[in-house]
């Protein structure tokens, strides 16, 4: 049984950091997509970072160069370290799952998802 459970999420000030840690339990990162997704008060959920069995990383365009996804697979975990976050980058991030080789994109191609983490960016 796949379960997901997200932390690290908090108040920080513009221009900060936080790490988000998104641990999975019945998960094979080798066969699994993991990504992070995040949903901002009163817009839709959104994708934010993916990373394939095979490392592969890719990222909106609007966090590349200030967000980074990465796995520990003996810890059975996935980070995505935030930077340089911005007021806009406020929203609840959520981690999700599923079984493929390449990345997905659309929401419905995911079968696991955490209950979220909250990160608001104020100063």
């Known amino acids: 049984q796949v379960q997901l459970v997200e932390s690290g999420g908090g108040l920080v000030q513009p221009g900060g950091s936080l790490r988000l840690s998104c641990k999975a339990s019945?998960?094979?990162?080798?066969?699994?997509?993991m990504s992070w997704y995040r949903q901002a008060p009163g817009k839709e959920r959104a994708l934010v970072a993916s990373i394939t069995g095979d490392g592969i990383t890719n990222y909106t365009d609007s966090v590349k160069d200030r967000f980074s996804v990465s796995r520990d697979a003996a810890k059975n975990t996935v980070y995505l370290q935030l930077n340089n976050l911005k007021p806009e980058d406020t929203a609840v991030y959520y981690c999700?799952?599923?079984?493929?080789?390449?990345?997905?994109?659309?929401?419905?191609?995911?079968?696991?998802w955490g209950q979220g983490t909250q990160v608001v960016v104020s100063s």
């Open positions: 999700a799952a599923t079984v493929a080789t390449s990345i997905r994109a659309r929401e419905d191609e995911y079968d696991y």
């Open positions: 019945g998960v094979n990162f080798r066969l699994h997509v």
